[in-house]
């Protein structure tokens, strides 16, 4: 991290220096730094993949590659130095002098490991100068507990049962066990990388820092173009700016704007982890989106429910691929859940009680957007006491679901098969 910020200080000086001359070795020092960016993710993300692919193909190499440990934040911190970079070049934003406030927006914490992927520009200004009241810490602290209670209560509870349908044979699994684990881990994804969001974008109001949103309720789409404008909205706007807009991005046909849609969703995938099932997944999804952009899939044209079970089938069936550990693994896996399977519903079974139905309702519940519906309806109510007594009652709502959430983390720290949430 050190290195990655020293070398985006500096590379970001050069890049200003040069442009205020009007001369092109901007551009080398750009095209330098983001290189030397990637490959600092390259080697310690991709390396050991690269080098178990290449021995999978026959090559032999004398390289031990499991000594390679992956630094935390990597992916998120490298994107946001390239992106800082690129936009000083684009003359978006101002070059940073201050080695300690780029040092800052790099090395940020709140959403340094999970995401979402902050811009240079939004932040710029509340690096230099920024202000903290009550409403804005009041407005922090909430919107962390409730990332907090998506992430403790809803999936790692989800989790538990996904982890303990995958960790079976695939062979061994019935179809109901496959579609309850594969549910399972689609709200359990969504839970953990929404929680995350939510606890940095509060931790960040705390702090004095007002950071984008980074989901809009995915599993509501209408499309898997919709899914994409929803799901991990930093992640999906970084990729469109500095990679498919461009490579081109729609303004060179049609031919070209469906092979940058491939690159981008190719990289998309490896970017969320070095396994051939990640780049699958991405590719998956590029499918989809290029059917649609065709015409071939017009979605507009169904009924709504419809849109919404084609958007939840297709995602869900590309999360087998997200979570199984190869591709033989995922397409056994869609091959139990389409009902070619000789398991039974043991494994299944086992988890189906009071409490897990409780939780899959709360999920299904907050995958929607039911709360701003109903703080859109309590203000239009108007009488100040109702508006009052529902602001309080949210209060308390919060004080114990940070109750809850704490309890729920301490058994798991002390119960080891609770743990196995984790």
């Given at each position: 991290?050190?290195?990655?910020?020293?070398?985006n200080?500096?590379?970001?000086i050069?890049?200003?220096?040069?442009?205020?001359?009007?001369?092109s070795?901007?551009?080398?020092?750009?095209a330098?730094?983001v290189?030397?960016?990637?490959?600092l993710?390259?080697?310690?993300?991709?390396a050991n993949?690269?080098?178990?692919?290449?021995?999978?193909?026959?090559?032999?190499?004398?390289?031990?590659h499991?000594?390679?440990?992956?630094?935390i934040?990597?992916?998120f911190f490298t994107?946001?130095?390239?992106?800082?970079?690129?936009?000083?070049?684009?003359?978006?934003?101002?070059?940073?002098?201050?080695?300690?406030?780029?040092?800052?927006?790099?090395?940020?914490?709140?959403?340094?490991?999970?995401?979402?992927?902050?811009?240079?520009?939004?932040?710029?200004q509340?690096?230099?100068?920024?202000?903290?009241?009550?409403?804005?810490?009041?407005?922090?602290?909430?919107?962390?507990?409730?990332g907090?209670?998506k992430?403790?209560i809803?999936?790692?509870?989800?989790a538990?049962?996904a982890?303990?349908?995958?960790?079976?044979?695939?062979t061994?699994?019935?179809?109901?066990?496959?579609?309850?684990?594969i549910?399972c881990?689609?709200i359990?994804?969504y839970?953990?990388f929404s929680g995350?969001?939510?606890m940095?974008?509060?931790?960040?109001?705390?702090?004095?820092?007002?950071?984008?949103?980074?989901?809009?309720?995915?599993y509501?789409?209408?499309?898997?173009?919709?899914?994409?404008?929803?799901w991990?909205i930093?992640?999906?706007t970084?990729?469109?700016?500095?990679?498919?807009?461009?490579?081109?991005g729609?303004?060179?046909?049609?031919?070209?704007?469906y092979?940058?849609?491939?690159?981008?969703?190719?990289?998309?995938?490896l970017?969320?982890?070095?396994?051939?099932?990640?780049?699958?997944?991405?590719l998956?999804?590029?499918?989809?989106?290029i059917?649609?952009?065709?015409?071939?899939?017009?979605?507009?044209?169904?009924?709504i429910?419809?849109?919404?079970i084609?958007?939840?089938?297709?995602?869900?069936?590309?999360?087998?691929f997200?979570?199984?550990?190869?591709m033989t693994?995922?397409?056994?896996?869609l091959?139990?859940m389409i009902?070619?399977?000789?398991?039974?519903?043991?494994?299944?079974l086992?988890?189906?009680?009071?409490?897990?139905?409780?939780?899959?309702?709360?999920?299904?519940?907050?995958?929607?957007?039911v709360?701003?519906?109903m703080?859109?309806?309590?203000l239009?109510?108007?009488?100040?006491?109702?508006?009052?007594?529902?602001?309080?009652?949210?209060?308390?709502?919060?004080i114990a679901?940070?109750?809850?959430?704490?309890?729920?983390?301490?058994?798991?720290?002390?119960?080891?098969?609770?743990?196995?949430?984790?």
């Amino acid at each position: 991290m050190l290195s990655s910020i020293s070398v985006n200080y500096i590379s970001g000086i050069g890049i200003s220096y040069f442009l205020e001359r009007k001369h092109s070795y901007s551009k080398i020092i750009l095209a330098l730094a983001v290189t030397v960016n990637l490959s600092l993710l390259f080697y310690y993300k991709y390396a050991n993949f690269i080098v178990a692919t290449l021995k999978e193909m026959g090559f032999y190499l004398e390289y031990d590659h499991k000594n390679i440990l992956l630094p935390i934040g990597i992916s998120f911190f490298t994107f946001q130095g390239i992106s800082y970079l690129v936009d000083v070049h684009r003359k978006e934003t101002p070059v940073q002098h201050n080695l300690f406030h780029l040092g800052l927006y790099i090395s940020f914490f709140p959403q340094l490991i999970a995401g979402p992927i902050v811009r240079y520009h939004d932040i710029a200004q509340e690096i230099k100068e920024r202000s903290i009241d009550v409403s804005l810490f009041t407005a922090g602290v909430i919107r962390f507990i409730r990332g907090l209670a998506k992430k403790v209560i809803i999936a790692n509870s989800a989790a538990l049962i996904a982890d303990q349908v995958f960790s079976v044979t695939v062979t061994e699994i019935s179809t109901l066990t496959a579609w309850m684990g594969i549910i399972c881990y689609t709200i359990q994804i969504y839970f953990d990388f929404s929680g995350y969001s939510d606890m940095a974008i509060g931790l960040g109001k705390m702090l004095g820092f007002n950071f984008k949103e980074n989901f809009n309720y995915p599993y509501i789409s209408k499309s898997i173009q919709d899914f994409w404008r929803r799901w991990h909205i930093s992640l999906s706007t970084w990729f469109r700016d500095y990679l498919y807009i461009p490579l081109g991005g729609n303004r060179k046909g049609l031919g070209r704007t469906y092979a940058n849609l491939i690159i981008v969703f190719f990289v998309t995938g490896l970017w969320h982890g070095a396994s051939w099932n990640f780049v699958f997944w991405g590719l998956f999804h590029g499918a989809f989106l290029i059917l649609e952009r065709s015409g071939i899939l017009d979605t507009k044209k169904w009924p709504i429910m419809f849109q919404h079970i084609y958007v939840l089938g297709t995602v869900v069936v590309g999360w087998v691929f997200f979570r199984a550990e190869t591709m033989t693994d995922a397409f056994a896996y869609l091959n139990n859940m389409i009902g070619r399977s000789g398991g039974d519903d043991t494994t299944a079974l086992i988890y189906v009680n009071p409490y897990v139905l409780f939780i899959m309702l709360l999920a299904i519940i907050f995958s929607m957007p039911v709360r701003q519906r109903m703080n859109e309806a309590i203000l239009k109510v108007k009488s100040t006491w109702v508006r009052t007594g529902f602001r309080t009652g949210i209060y308390f709502f919060y004080i114990a679901l940070l109750v809850l959430s704490i309890i729920e983390l301490a058994q798991s720290s002390y119960n080891p098969f609770i743990y196995y949430r984790f």
